[in-house]
Nanobody, 125 residues
Framework: QVQLVESGGGLVQAGGSLRLSCAASGRIYSNYAMGWFRQAPGKEREFVAAIGWWSGSRTYYADSVKGRFTISRDDAKNTGYLQMNSLKTEDTAVYYC?????????????????WGQGTQVTVSS
């Protein structure tokens, strides 16, 4: 079993920044991929960013966040991060991190084996 705990969400004004963290524990080793997804009320969970393992920690971003968000990981701490800059009101959602123990990651939620409980991000105008 793997446990994921997100933190760092909150209320921020448009144009501001937040840094989300996702701490992994349990039966997990460094050869996993991590992804961030978000879900706004009444909408489906959508891909935000992912960082792989076997591909040399290659990163992937949704077009809507490219250039504003940065995904990273610290394998020594089994923790992933999502730095969010230039936030917009449309970024408001619950943000979830997931891990793919196979190491590939990707933009589909079905590729991920475990999920955190989510952290709320609210961007005000």
């Amino acid at each position: 079993q793997v446990q994921l705990v997100e933190s760092g969400g909150g209320l921020v004004q448009a144009g501001g920044s937040l840094r989300l963290s996702c701490a992994a524990s349990g039966r997990i080793y460094s050869n996993y991929a991590m992804g961030w997804f978000r879900q706004a009320p009444g909408k489906e969970r959508e891909f935000v960013a992912a960082i792989g393992w076997w591909s040399g920690s290659r990163t992937y971003y949704a077009d809507s966040v490219k250039g504003r968000f940065t995904i990273s990981r610290d394998d020594a701490k089994n923790t992933g991060y999502l730095q969010m800059n230039s936030l917009k009101t449309e970024d408001t959602a619950v943000y979830y991190c997931g891990v793919d123990l196979g190491g590939a990651g990707g933009s589909s939620p079905q590729q991920y084996d475990y999920w955190g409980q989510g952290t709320q991000v609210t961007v005000s105008s």
